[in-house]
Protein backbone atom coordinates (compact mmCIF):
# COMPACT_ATOMS: atom_id res chain seq x y z
CA UNK A 1 0.00 0.00 0.00
CA UNK A 2 1.20 3.61 -1.25
CA UNK A 3 2.37 5.62 1.68
CA UNK A 4 -0.32 8.40 0.78
CA UNK A 5 -3.02 6.17 1.23
CA UNK A 6 -1.86 5.07 4.08
CA UNK A 7 -1.48 8.50 5.87
CA UNK A 8 -5.04 9.15 4.96
CA UNK A 9 -6.48 6.05 6.63
CA UNK A 10 -4.22 6.55 9.62
CA UNK A 11 -6.14 9.67 10.10
CA UNK A 12 -9.61 7.76 9.19
CA UNK A 13 -8.84 5.21 11.84
CA UNK A 14 -8.38 8.75 14.44
CA UNK A 15 -12.09 9.40 13.54
CA UNK A 16 -13.20 5.66 13.85
CA UNK A 17 -11.81 5.68 17.07
CA UNK A 18 -13.62 8.91 18.42
CA UNK A 19 -16.83 7.08 16.95
CA UNK A 20 -16.99 3.87 18.45
CA UNK A 21 -15.47 5.77 22.00
CA UNK A 22 -18.36 8.23 21.70
CA UNK A 23 -21.34 5.55 20.80
CA UNK A 24 -19.87 2.78 23.61
CA UNK A 25 -19.78 5.23 26.26
CA UNK A 26 -23.84 7.15 25.57
CA UNK A 27 -24.88 3.37 25.45
CA UNK A 28 -23.33 2.42 28.76
CA UNK A 29 -24.53 5.79 30.43
CA UNK A 30 -27.88 4.72 29.07
CA UNK A 31 -28.17 1.40 29.80
CA UNK A 32 -26.88 2.77 33.71
CA UNK A 33 -28.84 5.95 34.42
CA UNK A 34 -32.54 6.90 33.83
CA UNK A 35 -32.57 10.79 32.55
CA UNK A 36 -31.54 13.71 34.29
CA UNK A 37 -30.09 10.99 37.41
CA UNK A 38 -26.77 12.56 38.66
CA UNK A 39 -23.17 10.85 39.96
CA UNK A 40 -20.90 12.80 41.20
CA UNK A 41 -17.16 12.06 40.30
CA UNK A 42 -15.96 14.88 41.85
CA UNK A 43 -18.03 15.81 44.25
CA UNK A 44 -18.53 19.83 43.76
CA UNK A 45 -16.74 20.25 40.41
CA UNK A 46 -17.69 16.92 37.95
CA UNK A 47 -21.19 14.25 37.78
CA UNK A 48 -21.84 11.53 35.76
CA UNK A 49 -25.75 12.21 34.38
CA UNK A 50 -28.08 11.34 31.48
CA UNK A 51 -28.93 14.40 29.20
CA UNK A 52 -30.67 14.44 25.94
CA UNK A 53 -29.60 17.72 23.23
CA UNK A 54 -32.05 18.04 20.94
CA UNK A 55 -29.19 21.10 19.47
CA UNK A 56 -25.43 21.38 19.09
CA UNK A 57 -22.53 21.08 21.26
CA UNK A 58 -23.05 22.45 25.17
CA UNK A 59 -26.99 22.51 24.06
CA UNK A 60 -26.67 25.45 21.41
CA UNK A 61 -29.85 26.18 19.87
CA UNK A 62 -31.76 23.49 21.77
CA UNK A 63 -35.09 25.14 22.49
CA UNK A 64 -35.16 26.34 19.09
CA UNK A 65 -38.10 23.80 17.75
CA UNK A 66 -36.90 20.61 15.86
CA UNK A 67 -34.98 22.23 12.58
CA UNK A 68 -31.91 22.34 13.74
CA UNK A 69 -31.93 18.52 13.92
CA UNK A 70 -31.47 18.12 10.38
CA UNK A 71 -29.68 21.54 9.95
CA UNK A 72 -26.62 19.78 12.06
CA UNK A 73 -27.63 16.48 10.45
CA UNK A 74 -27.12 18.67 6.88
CA UNK A 75 -23.55 20.03 8.89
CA UNK A 76 -22.51 17.42 10.01
CA UNK A 77 -21.93 15.60 6.63
CA UNK A 78 -21.02 18.44 4.81
CA UNK A 79 -17.83 19.28 7.30
CA UNK A 80 -17.47 15.62 7.01
CA UNK A 81 -16.89 15.89 3.34
CA UNK A 82 -14.62 18.55 3.53
CA UNK A 83 -12.60 17.23 5.92
CA UNK A 84 -12.15 13.98 4.33
CA UNK A 85 -10.90 16.43 1.24
CA UNK A 86 -8.49 17.92 3.30
CA UNK A 87 -6.98 14.80 4.69
CA UNK A 88 -6.32 13.29 1.19
CA UNK A 89 -4.90 16.50 0.53
CA UNK A 90 -2.60 17.13 3.76
CA UNK A 91 -2.14 13.70 5.55
CA UNK A 92 1.53 14.41 5.68
CA UNK A 93 0.42 17.12 8.09
CA UNK A 94 0.39 15.86 11.47
CA UNK A 95 -1.18 18.27 13.33
CA UNK A 96 -3.96 19.48 11.18
CA UNK A 97 -4.66 15.98 10.84
CA UNK A 98 -5.17 15.02 14.22
CA UNK A 99 -7.31 17.87 14.36
CA UNK A 100 -9.50 17.51 11.18
CA UNK A 101 -9.91 13.79 12.36
CA UNK A 102 -11.38 14.73 15.49
CA UNK A 103 -13.54 16.98 14.36
CA UNK A 104 -15.38 14.59 11.86
CA UNK A 105 -14.93 12.02 14.43
CA UNK A 106 -17.00 13.87 17.16
CA UNK A 107 -19.35 15.60 14.24
CA UNK A 108 -20.23 11.91 13.15
CA UNK A 109 -20.67 10.56 16.56
CA UNK A 110 -23.37 13.13 17.29
CA UNK A 111 -25.01 12.83 14.29
CA UNK A 112 -25.42 9.18 14.53
CA UNK A 113 -27.57 9.97 18.00
CA UNK A 114 -29.83 12.65 15.78
CA UNK A 115 -30.56 10.35 13.18
CA UNK A 116 -31.48 7.30 15.55
CA UNK A 117 -32.87 8.99 18.42
CA UNK A 118 -33.63 12.67 17.32
CA UNK A 119 -31.28 14.30 19.82
CA UNK A 120 -27.55 13.70 21.07
CA UNK A 121 -27.36 11.44 24.54
CA UNK A 122 -24.72 14.05 26.63
CA UNK A 123 -23.39 12.66 30.21
CA UNK A 124 -20.31 14.92 31.47
CA UNK A 125 -21.63 17.66 33.51
CA UNK A 126 -19.12 19.93 34.91
CA UNK A 127 -20.33 22.77 37.58
CA UNK A 128 -19.15 24.31 40.57
CA UNK A 129 -21.97 25.19 43.25
CA UNK A 130 -24.91 26.86 41.75
CA UNK A 131 -23.09 26.95 38.58
CA UNK A 132 -23.53 24.17 35.82
CA UNK A 133 -22.22 23.91 32.60
CA UNK A 134 -24.15 22.14 29.81
CA UNK A 135 -23.68 18.63 29.45
CA UNK A 136 -21.98 16.75 26.95
CA UNK A 137 -19.92 14.16 25.64
CA UNK A 138 -16.85 12.97 24.69
CA UNK A 139 -18.24 13.59 20.22
CA UNK A 140 -18.49 17.63 21.84
CA UNK A 141 -14.87 16.87 23.59
CA UNK A 142 -13.14 15.88 20.52
CA UNK A 143 -14.79 18.58 18.57
CA UNK A 144 -13.04 21.25 20.85
CA UNK A 145 -9.66 19.62 21.11
CA UNK A 146 -9.84 18.99 17.14
CA UNK A 147 -10.90 23.23 17.27
CA UNK A 148 -8.50 24.01 19.62
CA UNK A 149 -5.47 22.34 17.40
CA UNK A 150 -6.82 23.79 14.48
CA UNK A 151 -6.08 27.24 15.60
CA UNK A 152 -2.76 26.43 17.59
CA UNK A 153 -1.48 24.74 13.72
CA UNK A 154 -2.69 28.24 12.36
CA UNK A 155 -0.73 29.95 14.71
CA UNK A 156 2.23 27.56 14.35
CA UNK A 157 1.93 28.14 10.86
CA UNK A 158 1.84 31.66 10.52
CA UNK A 159 4.99 32.10 12.65
CA UNK A 160 6.65 29.52 10.64
CA UNK A 161 5.56 31.52 7.22
CA UNK A 162 6.40 34.73 8.76
CA UNK A 163 9.76 33.43 9.48
CA UNK A 164 10.92 32.19 6.63
CA UNK A 165 9.26 35.31 4.82
CA UNK A 166 11.99 37.04 6.91
CA UNK A 167 14.96 35.29 5.89
CA UNK A 168 14.33 35.55 2.97
Not at 20 to 41: N, R, T
Not at 137 to 144: E, G, R, W, Y
Request: with cysteine.
Amino acid sequence: MPKQVFGFWRWIAVSLVVIVLDQASKHVIEALFVHSEQHPVIPGLFNLTLAYNPGAAFSFLADAGGWQRHFFTVLAFAVSGWIIWMLKKHHTETLQSLALSLVMGGAIGNVIDRVLFGHVIDFIQVYYRSWYFPAFNIADSAICIGAVLMVWDSFRSSKTNAKQASTQ
